[in-house]
């Protein structure tokens, strides 16, 4: 049965272009004869294939939304560098007030004469270089555990039931705790280090995909459920995708428990074979009783956070955001 | 027969049962309204029909292969563009590589929507999202198409024209649909058959053909609708305290 058979007048309902038909379209039915009828939406309001296609296209162009140009937000760039040279001005105009001792509260003249110095014995070089080393590798082994057991716990509920809350507590416990256990464990080596980073970031690792998993609109399973999908297939075409969002917090705040994990445990654990990293140079500039030198040490572990933040995680987690279109309206 | 209810029945846990004693019978090619009030079961029974629920009594013959399913809300996944939902459905039903790609295109042609192939659902509008939908559970290709009011949080302007192209589609396609749905209008506009839904307990009440004379005249379509409104209204007033 062809689908143009019905002449059609514009209906009440149809604010769009009205829709009278062409004359070389008609189609006779018993009841018309070339006069136009209202279909009030209860029969045909198109008058076939082609005209259909012409009414969609016309209402998907009004409907969805023309495409914006992206251009460079220099606001996003300035503000930023602003608020740093601010803080940097209260800063020297505190020191300049002269209400403490120079070498207690040093001005950032004298923080960035002893950067300079530093950098010219090569051993801020290889102070983040250590640190960053250590901190990347050891993150990068927590996803490579954290995701797979993070996934199961999500996906098995007796699994979940039984070792969550163990993983939320672990979470809450500093792991500058472990410090003293890793230690006696593995004595003054680089396991040491990489022992407290793992327990650090895993179980922050593993939270941050459950509750992404959580937060999957139900309808998605149903979705896979019914397009077929394996418990494998679930799992990684569906599951993992639709968690990401979350998952990426989870990453985020695992490299930040990293990050701190390791410098605590390279001021507490010096000597043996372990390496001089920025912890090391922190507890450095203690024993010297040297402010500048703790002073640069902090800036720089602050810095590795900063220009992690803004250069892996903050464009990953952009894109991702806006594939999905969930930026809209924010004030990143 | 591709679909054949016998005296099916779903309560959850102790209360009141949702479905009792519904009895029905869908031939192949048959294009199904189920109408009825909210709370009257419909998506229960729509989502029996998909296996996704299980009936606590009663016996009920669907298609070996199960049914594809279409829902209110689209329930496109956000992180694939249009043409990538379509190609899900038929990598989960193992279609190579190469294959998926051509007939993704083809179903997002017949939906009309070959140019916004690439864009992702955020960027479509609500009715070109149902229509990637309808896209993606015929890729499914199931002889049974199962509908859960998909037209229901579009606009009006939108809705008759899905209204023309699920028409044509199904034409095309020779599918089976059950189309679930609250709106009489949109049931006689669209059923080959109504089947009238009781509200608590759901029970198969009252069935009404549509007629392709109802198609074109508006007259007679609008006198159908008021028979059914009525009928619906009885049942609706039964609730009344």
Same mark, same amino acid.
């Not at chain 2, 329930?75 to 563009?81: E, M, V």
């Not at chain 2, 608590?200 to 198969?204: A, L």
């Given at each position: 049965m062809p689908s143009n058979s019905s002449p059609v007048a514009e209906s009440p309902e149809t604010t769009g272009p009205p829709l009278v038909e062409p004359a070389e379209t008609t189609v006779s039915t018993s009841s018309t004869n070339g006069s136009t009828k209202v279909h009030a939406a209860l029969t045909r309001s198109s008058t076939g294939s082609a005209d259909l296609r012409e009414l969609e296209s016309g209402l998907d162009s009004l409907q969805s939304d023309a495409v914006r140009k992206v251009r460079v937000d220099w606001s996003r760039i300035l503000l930023p560098i602003a608020a740093v040279v601010v803080l940097i001005i209260i800063w020297q105009f505190y020191v300049s007030l002269g209400l403490k001792r120079r070498d207690q509260v040093p001005g950032p003249m004298d923080v960035l004469e002893q950067f300079g110095a530093l950098w010219a014995e090569g051993s801020l070089q290889e102070a983040v270089w250590t640190s960053l080393q250590r901190g990347l590798l050891g993150f990068l082994i927590s996803v490579a555990i954290a995701t797979p057991v993070g996934l199961l716990l999500a996906q098995v509920a007796p699994l979940r039931r039984a070792f969550g809350p163990l993983i939320s507590g672990l979470q809450v416990l500093p792991s500058v705790a472990w410090v003293p256990a890793a230690i006696i464990w593995f004595g003054l080596t680089d396991a040491t280090v990489y022992f407290v980073v793992f327990m650090g970031a895993i179980p922050s690792i593993i939270n941050g995909l459950i509750s992404g998993v959580d937060q999957i609109p139900p309808q998605y399973r149903s979705v896979g459920t019914v397009l077929g999908a394996s418990r494998l297939q679930m799992a990684v075409q569906i599951i993992l995708p639709a968690a990401l969002p979350g998952y990426l917090s989870g990453l985020k705040q695992g490299w930040a428990f990293s990050w701190r994990s390791l410098m605590a445990a390279e001021i507490i654990a010096v000597g043996g074979t372990i390496g001089f990293g920025l912890g090391s140079m922190l507890n450095q500039g203690r024993d010297l009783a040297d402010m500048t030198i703790v002073m640069s040490a902090i800036l720089l572990i602050l810095a590795v956070g900063i220009l992690i933040e803004l250069l892996v995680f903050a464009p990953i987690e952009k894109r991702l955001l806006q594939r999905r279109g969930l930026l809209a309206g924010s004030t990143r | 027969m591709p679909v054949v209810l016998e005296n099916l029945g779903k309560r959850f846990g102790e209360g009141a049962p949702v479905l009792d004693d519904v009895n029905a019978t869908i031939g192949r090619g048959e294009f199904v309204a189920l109408l009825g009030a909210s709370g009257c079961g419909k998506s229960t029974l729509l989502n029996i029909m998909a296996g996704l629920e299980l009936p606590t009594s009663g016996a009920l013959e669907v298609p070996s292969d199960g049914a594809a399913f279409m829902f209110q809300d689209s329930? /496109?996944? !956000?992180? /694939?563009?249009a043409r990538e939902n379509v190609e899900l459905a038929l990598k989960l039903r193992g279609v190579g590589k190469a294959e998926r790609r051509v007939k993704a295109a083809e179903l997002l042609e017949l939906v009309h929507l070959a140019e916004a192939a690439d864009r992702r659902p955020h960027e479509l509008s609500g009715g070109m999202r149902q229509r990637v939908a309808l896209a993606r559970s015929l890729a499914q290709d199931r002889q049974l198409l199962l509908m859960d009011e998909p037209f229901a949080a579009l606009d009006a302007i939108t809705r008759d024209l899905l209204h023309d192209e699920l028409e044509r589609i199904w034409k095309e396609t020779g599918r089976t649909i059950v189309f679930v749905t609250h709106n009489v209008r949109e049931a006689v506009r669209l059923g080959q058959r109504v089947l009238l839904l009781s509200s +608590? !307990?759901? +029970?198969?009440v009252q069935e009404w053909e549509v007629t392709e004379e109802h198609r074109t005249d508006a007259g007679l379509a609008g006198q159908l609708t008021g028979v059914i409104t009525a009928r619906l209204r009885e049942e609706i007033r039964r609730h009344a305290k």
């Open positions: - | 329930a /496109l996944f !956000p992180w /694939l563009t +608590r !307990p759901g +029970r198969v």
